[in-house]
C-alpha cells in the first residue's frame, strides 16, 4: 500500500498518466494500472464499483482502480440505512482533492447498513478500498443482477483498455 502511495504521489508530481503527454520526448504511460488490485470473490461494475454477496447481504464500495484515480480522499455522502438503491443509479458521492465522482449502485435493494466510520474517517476508501472502506450493505431485491457483472479477470481487462485509451 506505500509502495502504491509513493508511485502514485510520485506519478503526479511528475505529471504522468496514461494520457497522451504533451511533450514528445516523454513516453505516455500509466503507473497506476500496475499497482490497482483486483480481487477474487468480488463482482465489479463499469462504474468501478465492487460487490461481495454473502447469503442475504451484498457489501458495495468503490474499487481499488477508482480510489486510485481519484486522489485523497477527503468527503464521503451515502444513503441513511432502510433507503433503496436502484441498478446503475446514483446512491451517494464521494468528494477527493482532484474532483467528486458520484456512486452509482452495482444493484437494486434496501441499504440495510451504512459504514458510519467513513464520515469521520473517508481516507479509509483509499488505505482499504476493499475492507475498512466499503459504503453500504444492501439487502438485494433482484439477485440475477449480479450475474450481469463483471468477474476479476474482465474487470482487470477493463480497466486495461480503459487505461490504454486515455
Given at each position: ?43 465489479y ?30 468527503f464521503?455522502?451515502?444513503p ?21 465522482s ?65
Open positions: 500500500m506505500a509502495l502504491r502511495m509513493w508511485a502514485s504521489s510520485t506519478a503526479n508530481a511528475l505529471k504522468l498518466s496514461s494520457s497522451a503527454s504533451k511533450s514528445h520526448l516523454l513516453p505516455a504511460f500509466s503507473i497506476s494500472r500496475c499497482f490497482s488490485s483486483v480481487l477474487e470473490g468480488l463482482k461494475a463499469n462504474s468501478h464499483e465492487w460487490v461481495k454477496h454473502d447469503g442475504s447481504v451484498a457489501t458495495i464500495g468503490i474499487t481499488d482502480h477508482a480510489q486510485d484515480h481519484l486522489g485523497e480522499v477527503v464521503v455522502e451515502l441513511e440505512e432502510k433507503s433503496s438503491v436502484s441498478k446503475e443509479k446514483n446512491f451517494g458521492a464521494v468528494e477527493s482533492v482532484k474532483a467528486t458520484e456512486i452509482l449502485s452495482p444493484i437494486s435493494g434496501e441499504v440495510i447498513e451504512v459504514n458510519t466510520k467513513l464520515t469521520d474517517s473517508p481516507g479509509l476508501i483509499n488505505a482499504s478500498p476493499y475492507e475498512d472502506g466499503w459504503m453500504i450493505k444492501v439487502k438485494p431485491s433482484n439477485p440475477a443482477e449480479l450475474e450481469t457483472l463483471m468477474g476479476p479477470k474482465e474487470y482487470t481487462k477493463f480497466c486495461e483498455e480503459e487505461d490504454a485509451a486515455h
